[in-house]
């Protein structure tokens, strides 16, 4: 930053020049999503580069703001460029301090629609410190005005398209589906319910499309729904899918999770009568498709909601399985949950992928399920001894080796047969994620390899 810089002055156009340059990938699209998709990296990926993008940002902004005091002993607030430098670099600074955890993860709604607005009001803030008399430093501005303008006109045609506008088609619906609450209570205490117990609160969702499209596993939605409440005209939410098809979809499953916000509001609708109706928007599919058909034996890992990213994934390992199109032989879900409440609400998901296990008896999917409030230390149930009820958590070490081994795979007496390729598909909460990675580290000369779903699993924060 400081190389062949022969004066303050310089320094301070320096400073200023390399703020402007690492401010283009902060407004590239109105969605990250969108811009992940195009860059080809995943939706954590691209938010990483954006923090780390903002971060630098407003180091260089703070330190074209020292220089320029140095230099100006006397900062003549009469002049536009001054006042204008003023109000970007609180602005800025406003947006690293709503930035922290603390304020992101408790209101995200607010944050997010305040951290939009405060990019729009540095942008043009800067846009007026910038001076007009040279085209030059204002290119840095261009730039990315002209990429946003570009993503948001194709994002809005890519809107109208899928949705069917101007057809004949019928408009897009989402049918909520959820518990019907007890009798004699009041929206209020519906709200407090959703709020304060969402931790195994579920709402099922299905959305009616307006063209048919292509989702593979592991993809998500991001839904529009106008009609839930005032301030949801200004909000689109995303959503990992669950159902799973070879060709296009004209339905869409939806296994969401009850959190504040949106989500609590859509429970409050729907929990009088059991279920409602929305219209909707739908654009999609975002994020990205691991392809897992050349593994042998695939670990599915998921905890708490997780399980609404993995099921598309087995879904299709058991299809590659049915149709001689894949090289798996063995799949098996390990589940861990806080209660068996959750595993109830999912039934009808679990009991679709063992019905979907029927090619020649091979039965090559086992489903585990570690509940830590259940009695039971150890409860099979269901046909054929395919799925396993435990009290406590999973030894992962043991279970990785053992599946590692291929012991649970039959194989042709008297011949000397390779043992194929491991997979461990991750959905699960960030701790255990990290002790996943830790744990396959020690087996990737056994052939064991280790894919984290887009969609990652959040807890819920007080």
């Not at 599946?403 to 701790?431: F, H, K, P």
């Amino acid at each position: 930053m400081l190389f062949q810089v022969q004066s303050w002055d310089e320094a301070n156009l320096k400073t200023g020049r390399l703020a402007l340059i690492n401010m283009i990938p902060l407004f590239m699209t109105v969605h990250q999503s969108l811009l992940a998709d195009i860059l080809g990296i995943s939706l954590q990926t691209c938010q990483w580069i954006h923090r780390a993008s903002g971060w630098m940002v407003s180091s260089l902004v703070a330190l074209h703001v020292l220089v320029a005091l140095s230099i100006q002993q006397n900062l003549s607030l009469k002049r536009q460029e001054n006042v204008f430098a003023i109000v970007g670099a609180a602005t800025l600074g406003t947006i690293m301090i709503f930035s922290i955890p603390i304020f992101r993860k408790h209101v995200y709604e607010l944050f997010l629609r305040t951290h939009q607005g405060l990019a729009a009001v540095s942008f043009y803030a800067i846009w007026k410190h910038i001076p007009s008399d040279s085209a030059f430093p204002r290119l840095y501005l261009y730039v990315p005005l002209a990429i946003l303008g570009s993503t948001t006109l194709y994002q809005c045609g890519k809107l109208l398209y899928q949705n069917g506008f101007m057809s004949s088609r019928p408009n897009p619906r989402a049918m909520v589906i959820c518990k019907k609450a007890e009798p004699n209570k009041t929206n209020k205490e519906l709200a407090k319910q959703g709020d304060s117990e969402n931790v195994e609160q579920v709402v099922k969702m299905t959305v009616t499309l307006g063209r048919p499209l292509e989702i593979r596993a592991g993809q998500y939605i991001q839904l529009w729904m106008p009609s839930v409440s005032f301030s949801s005209w200004l909000q689109s939410h995303p959503f990992v899918v669950t159902s799973w098809s070879p060709g296009k979809q004209d339905t869409l499953e939806l296994f969401v999770q009850v959190r504040r916000g949106f989500t609590s509001r859509i429970y409050k609708h729907a929990s009088p009568s059991g279920s409602a109706s929305f219209s909707a928007l739908v654009t999609g599919p975002f994020g990205l498709s691991y392809a897992v058909d050349q593994y042998e034996t695939v670990l599915v890992i998921a905890s708490g909601f997780g399980i609404a990213g993995v099921v598309p994934y087995i879904k299709q390992l058991l299809y590659g399985y049915n149709t001689s199109t894949a090289r798996i032989r063995r799949v098996h879900l390990l589940w861990e949950t806080k209660t068996l409440d959750l595993v109830r609400e999912a039934q009808p998901l679990l009991n679709s992928l063992l019905t979907d296990d029927i090619l020649d008896n091979g039965y090559i999917l086992e489903m585990s399920f570690y509940v830590e409030s259940t009695e039971d230390d150890k409860r099979s149930f269901g046909k054929h001894n395919r799925a396993f009820l435990y009290k406590g958590k999973p030894s992962y070490d043991q279970i990785i080796s053992a599946e590692a081994s291929g012991d649970y795979i039959e194989r042709v007496s008297n011949t000397q047969e390779e043992i194929g390729d491991m997979l461990v598909l991750a959905c699960v909460s960030d701790g255990l994620r990290d002790d996943l990675r830790k744990i396959v580290r020690e087996y990737l000369d056994k052939k064991v390899e280790m894919r984290e779903v887009e969609y990652q699993p959040v807890e819920i924060v007080a």
